[in-house]
């Protein structure tokens, strides 16, 4: 049972979404706790489809808002006179659920938190579905159409209606039409494409131990000598807001800016100084006022945490683009790049952040090069023109790198190449693969296969064999820099792995993470965070068998097992395997696992072995199709012998008798119906006692 999946893998989403809200409608029925089956799915559909990082098992107040006011006011449909369900209370029990079933992820909210998120916004949630401006286009015109009478299920009546509308002959509401697009042209609608690429862990040191870099850094002791300068009296500016000539000297070579200054007229001739003030400003360390350049009080703290500065100071780069890149006179135009500064200085720092090698400059120019490709209207123009863009553009990325450099985020070496960044050999790409695939992209991914262009198969030609001929340069993040992209794509939701974060994380929500996102050696590392803090190797390895023992779904359990040998040192994974094989809980697991490792082969185990594992893998076999129908498909697809099969692990000393029966009732249902049932309508929308008629649009 996975709590993630790439927004691409919509059948595996589907199938764990089924099962989770089966099993989540039984756990409600039991509990007594107010369920709708189908704002469960809803909910679960947001987290999935909305949201940067997709993560089923995490909510925080930001999502419980999005979802009650928002996602759900703008995607289910109520017809008129119709009961709505209790969204916040079926919020309230899902949110209960997980976390009761060790599903909950362990860097979320405590459950007290979510839940009071939740009663925060409940009050709200009524007037944010009625409200008309908060709907999307389709369930505008769906409950236009019903509220008119029109049955939504027949296709023809609202086709009519349609026709109706196009023509003026049918009343609508103007005004919430206008506010329903005008959201959707400025990008206010929420949509599938916010999910962002996931990152890999990273390791960093405490925030102590990075003030003495970030106190080194050239940039930080200009920005506090600037501000130092200009002091509580101020310092005079002229009327275009620029220092005099005379302090901007004294300036220069108070902060070693590196400024010319003989023969110039005018500060505005010294383009480092230029930058540091305009650089100061947007980090908020000095502010204009009445002609005079004055230090902000209020920056005090700041400019005493040599961290907290630098953070500031970094934060401020975004907001540099005028300053930095902007025409110097009427004689100059800006490059490609200045139209898209602050996009592609995010995506250049998210693509440097976790790399586990350092970034050649081609790579890194040619993914800057595919943005504008994206984002302007190339088509006009010689190739010489267009080589004299791209020209200007990188000479201006090589500025903002130097910004990076000598701020202390990013640090630049010569070097060759890690193999990892050469073209792929892509030959067995199949032709769905290529098919469709934009030149740009193929050729920054070396799919010489899908690129008929010959200028592109040059291109990516000479750009191997730049990346091969010799030293290039390299580029990486320094621990500063990873610290402060981290902070800016957790703030935006999206997920960042930090390796020690799990230390205090229950042992359920450790492998659960590990088995989800973690590569091999950041498992290991992470999980020898652990043990250290949990009272020894031996103590650490009794709790987190037992939430294995303890996950109450199969296929989660077998990847949580899986992730404790894979991170285990050499050797000790396969002894833990050996002494579980005799343990009456975690027998099947132990045994599935020694099978697939080919530790154990099938004449070395006993009878009652070969039929747990026989259970195991039907078990598991059930919860990967999703759903009880689509288990019982699976089932069905397996043939008559599948019966003797059941029969056979039934009798087994499987621990998990609840499954096997639950698996006998599926077996029956699923050889004794037939096949037409497959198309009977779903009945998992319904809401517990009550049937449901919503519909989603």
Known sequence: MRMRFEPEAEEEFEAARGLLVDRLV???????????GFTAEAALDYRHRATADGRLGLWESRHVEELLLSWLPQNVTERPGEERSDAPGTLRTLLRYLHAAQLADPRGPSLQDSLAAVDRVAEQYPAAMTDRTRWGLAKFWA???????????????????????????????????DAIMERRLTGGALSGSARAEPQLPVALPQDDELRRPAGASTTVAQ??????????????????????????????????????????????????????????????????????????????????????????????????????????????????LFDVYEDVLQDVLNTLYSLPYPMPWPRLRDTVHLAYRTSFQLDGGSDLQHRMWFEHADRDLRMVLDLLDDLGAIERGQGMADPVFLDVDHSDAGPEMLAGMPP????????????????????????????????????????????????????????APLIGELAQAPAAGLLGVLAEEYPPDAAQAELAGWIAAHGGRAAALRQLADAVRTTAYRTRAQAMLDVLLAASP?????????????????????????????????????????????????????????????????????????????????????????????????????????????????????????????RRR
Request: glycine share 10%; charged share 30%.
């Open 26 to 36: 039984q756990w409600a029925g039991e509990q007594g706790l107010p369920l709708d």
């Open 143 to 177: 409950m236009t159409a019903a509220e008119q009478g029109v049955d939504v299920l027949d296709g023809a009546a609202l086709q009519h209606f349609a026709d109706r509308a196009r023509r003026g002959e049918a009343a609508y509401d103007r005004q919430a039409l």
């Open 223 to 336: 920005l506090r000598g600037l501000t130092e300068w200009a002091g509580q009296d101020g310092r005079p500016v002229t009327a275009t807001g620029r220092l005099r000539m005379a302090d901007a000297r004294e300036l220069a070579e108070r902060l070693g800016t590196g400024d010319k200054t003989d023969g110039v007229r005018s500060s505005a001739d010294l383009p480092r100084l230029g930058l540091l003030v305009e650089w100061a400003k947007k980090a908020r360390l000095v502010r204009v006022v009445k002609g005079r350049l004055y230090a902000v009080a209020k920056a005090r703290p700041v400019l005493a945490d040599p961290l907290q500065l630098w953070l500031r100071a970094f934060e401020s780069c975004f907001e540099l683009r005028q300053a930095l890149l902007g025409a110097r006179s009427g004689w100059h135009v800006e490059s490609m």
């Open 440 to 495: 740009e992209v193929a050729e920054l991914l070396g799919i010489t296969g899908a690129m008929p262009d010959p200028a592109a198969r040059e291109r990516a030609d000479q750009r191997r064999e730049e990346l091969t001929a010799g030293p290039v340069e390299l580029i990486r993040l320094t621990e500063l820099g990873t610290r402060a992209v981290r902070q800016r794509l957790l703030a935006v939701g999206r997920d």
């Open 570 to 694: 050499d050797g000790e994974g396969e002894r833990l395997l050996r002494t579980l094989r005799r343990d009456p809980q975690l027998a099947p697991l132990a045994l599935n696992a020694l099978a697939q490792r080919e530790l154990l082969s099938p004449g070395d185990m006993t009878d009652a072995e070969h039929l747990l594992v026989l259970a195991e893998k039907l078990l598991q076999l059930v919860e990967l199709a999703g759903g009880s129908d689509n288990a019982e498909e699976a089932l069905r697809a397996q043939g008559p012998e599948v019966r003797g099969a059941i029969a056979a692990a039934a009798d087994s000393a499987h621990p998990d008798r609840a499954g096997l029966e639950e698996l006998r009732r599926l077996e029956a249902r699923a050889l004794r119906a037939p096949a037409a049932r497959l198309g009977r309508a779903h009945k998992r929308g319904r809401p517990v006692g009550k049937s449901s008629r919503k």
